[in-house]
């Protein structure tokens, strides 16, 4: 499968653990981004890569969160002393930067926060 | 951030074409409509996207209005396999992330 692969597809932490995700874009994509999903909520942005500079981040992601890309292939988002209003989902999408930037999405990684 | 409107949900026929709105009013010269869909458990699938000209792929048609300020989105033969969440997104070329909003909850109905 040559898709955006996202591991692990569920996680559940307690409240005040570290936790890490992983993304595995398509691999000629350089442009990566992560965004996150509420219940009934559509997706929302929370920072996008392009190889392995980080050029964009959302006023969500707070200090808590850091993404990393370092070779310009998989990335990680970690998270730190979770807390409940962290439980969501975690999409992953990649896409070429070309002008249609059609962004190509993981199944995602459900944390759940006890 | 919003930039269009969805009805919240809508019904459709099995073997019916199903037609979904989207308003987008302020839409600027330079920005394009998308169309997404999330299936249940899944990541959003891109379908089709659009600047000024209707647009047809293998899984649907883009109808833009002349005024550009509405689109529709339709699925010609509609399957149980399309109940989804549809998102029709306006973004400018270049631009970075994708706005989702709440989108269209389609059921299709044997």
């Known amino acids: 499968d040559t898709g955006v692969s996202q591991n692990p597809r569920h996680k559940i932490t307690k409240r005040g653990q570290n936790v890490t995700f992983r993304c595995d874009p398509i691999s000629e994509h350089n442009r990566l981004y992560w965004y996150r999903q509420t219940l009934g909520q559509g997706p929302e942005f929370l920072t996008y890569f392009q190889n392995e500079a980080q050029l964009e981040k959302s006023r969500l992601l707070s200090d808590r969160f850091s993404a990393e890309r370092p070779k310009g292939s998989f990335s990680t988002l970690e998270i730190q002393r979770t807390e409940q209003g962290d439980s969501a989902m975690y999409l992953c999408?990649?896409?070429?930067?070309?002008?249609?930037?059609?962004?190509?999405f993981g199944a995602g990684t459900r944390l759940s926060v006890l | 951030d919003a930039k269009t409107t969805q009805p919240p949900s809508m019904d459709c026929a099995e073997g019916r074409a199903a037609n979904l709105p989207c308003n987008h009013s302020t839409i600027s010269g330079n920005e394009y409509v998308y169309w997404y869909r999330q299936i249940h458990s899944q990541g959003p699938q891109y379908i089709i996207h659009g600047l000024k000209n209707n647009e047809t792929n293998e899984m649907a048609s883009l109808i833009i209005t002349e005024d550009r300020k509405s689109s529709t989105l339709i699925l010609p033969h509609a399957t149980l396999r399309d109940t989804a969440v549809y998102y029709c997104?306006?973004?400018?070329?270049?631009?970075?992330?994708?706005?989702f909003g709440t989108g269209t909850r389609l059921t299709v109905i044997p």
């Open positions: 999408a990649s896409s070429l930067a070309t002008d249609k930037n059609i962004q190509y």
């Open positions: 997104i306006v973004r400018a070329s270049g631009a970075n992330n994708l706005f």
